[in-house]
């Protein structure tokens, strides 16, 4: 079988004829199937063409080849993504209102954002989401120490908006090794940021991993010391996402510039479910230990960890709100570090009882011996480095994980009087720098990727020990 072709119109070879008719689709020729067998096309005389055999595309049942098909489709632009400027956005979002705020978070970034919700007057995000009408999802965290009635709050908000909100828990063991070591209240003894870590921080990094971007409901008028500056919109100073690497997280505050008074209305305005501790006198609502209500004329904040400063009262969620002059209120000994310029005083970090603090002659010695009796994670750092800061949690989760288990995890200042030391002789480049000693030689290894979760500092650790 074989396939002839025959010409239906006459075409100058120069384009198309202008005549009477040229406002119709020209023919180019119809397609015959013939039954005697043969190896040749019949062209017309004015026109030549080759045709490809039957098999070099799908078979067509259309009596008229497509004009379209004769014409070369054009080069479609690969797509750019063009980096998002979140100050510009936020100075732009300034006085917006909070549903144009949350719409244009949940437009943005779709499944891969969610609301943080704390069983609180936070339900006004819910809220909110849920009247920009697009889909949205909601997380909290389940401390293990949740009053009841935040308990029985959560689920009449699910109920309330047909939702299931996504819960997060603090990781068993690690709870038994707090509780049976320093007891069920150490932190009226020695400050609540341990607990926080175990039972919210940690639990919360979990959660952003899977996310690029959170919605919180922080306002600049909740906290004197640390909120006062929130914006709107922000890259999360603290937290990573689902990339990994700083910049990788975006931060949300929809109500950062709503009173609370204002919120309040809106509740009532709306006929939002709300917690029943707020009846009895509570405001901010956290853990049943570490909150009280307030009296009349009292802070909301002051029901809040009642027995500590009230110029740092953050959880660590929001640890990026705090100045580094207030950040040593989130270490336990609460020792401040003179910066390089000698002019101010941060507070240190990578605080933990399975850290090791090597001096210059500690990390000297540690860097010439060839043969040590365990290897040595250590990460070269500045305690001002919003970098540094930002990877704390998760190195000192990893220290806590890595204790007993033949690998010691230390850390070197390398900032000031050391920088030029360690640029030298420890390669250091910018901080933080994070450095591997094996046991069996002298040289480290530096931590190659801007991934500084536990997982993959984990990964690293045990590919080399």
């Not at 709300?274 to 802070?299: A, D, F, M, W």
Request: net charge neutral; hydrophobic share 35%; charged share 25%.
């Amino acid at each position: 079988m074989a396939l002839s072709v025959s010409s239906s119109s006459t075409i100058p070879a120069s384009g198309f004829s202008r005549s009477s008719q040229e406002l119709k689709a020209p023919q180019f020729g119809s397609f015959k199937l013939l039954d005697r067998p043969t190896t040749f096309v019949n062209v017309s005389s004015q026109r030549r063409c080759a045709v490809k055999p039957l098999n070099a595309e799908p078979k067509r049942n259309d009596s008229i080849v497509p004009l379209a098909a004769t014409i070369s489709a054009p080069e479609i632009a690969e797509k750019v993504e063009v980096e998002e400027d979140y100050e510009k956005l936020a100075k732009e979002l300034e006085n917006g209102s909070p549903l144009e705020i949350m719409d244009k978070a949940l437009e943005k970034f779709g499944d891969d954002i969610a609301i943080a919700f704390s069983g609180a007057e936070d339900v006004a995000l819910i809220e909110y989401a849920k009247l920009t009408g697009r889909p949205f999802r909601v997380f909290s965290l389940d401390t293990g120490r949740l009053n009841p009635e935040t308990y029985h709050f959560f689920d009449q908000v699910e109920k309330h908006y047909g939702i299931r909100i996504e819960y997060m828990f603090p990781d068993a063991v690690e709870v038994q090794g707090l509780v049976r070591n320093k007891g069920l209240f150490s932190f009226y003894e020695d400050g609540h940021q341990e607990c926080c870590r175990v039972r919210k921080v940690r639990p919360l990094r979990r959660a952003l991993k899977g996310l690029r971007a959170w919605i919180t409901g922080q306002r600049k008028d909740q906290s004197p010391g640390t909120r006062s500056e929130i914006p709107v919109v922000q890259v999360d100073p603290v937290f990573e996402g689902l990339d990994g690497g700083a910049g990788s997280l975006i931060k949300w505050n929809p109500v950062a510039n709503v009173d609370g008074e204002d919120v309040w209305k809106f509740l009532l305005t709306m006929d939002v479910p709300v917690n029943s501790l707020h009846s009895k006198g509570y405001i901010s609502i956290g853990c049943e230990p570490c909150t009280r209500p307030v009296l009349p004329g009292q802070h909301e904040r002051e029901g809040r960890w009642w027995w500590e400063d009230a110029q740092a009262k953050e959880c660590g969620l929001h640890k990026g709100n705090l100045k580094q002059g207030d950040a040593a209120q989130l270490n336990a000994n609460g020792n401040g570090a003179a910066h390089a310029n000698g002019t101010a005083t941060v507070a240190d970090i990578f605080n933990s009882e399975n850290l090791v603090n090597l001096s210059r002659p500690g990390i000297e010695n540690l860097s010439k011996l060839e043969n040590r009796k365990e290897a040595w994670l250590v990460v070269l750092y500045a305690p001002w480095c919003q970098f540094c800061q930002g990877m704390e949690a998760s190195y000192v989760e990893l220290a806590d994980k890595l204790a007993g288990s033949g690998v010691k995890v230390g850390k070197f200042r390398a900032d000031g009087d050391q920088k030029e030391f360690s640029r030298q002789e420890l390669q250091l480049g910018s901080f933080p720098t994070i450095l591997f000693f094996p046991k069996h030689s002298s040289r480290p290894i530096k931590y190659p990727s801007e991934k500084r979760d536990v997982d993959s500092l984990m990964t690293f650790v045990n590919a080399l020990r």
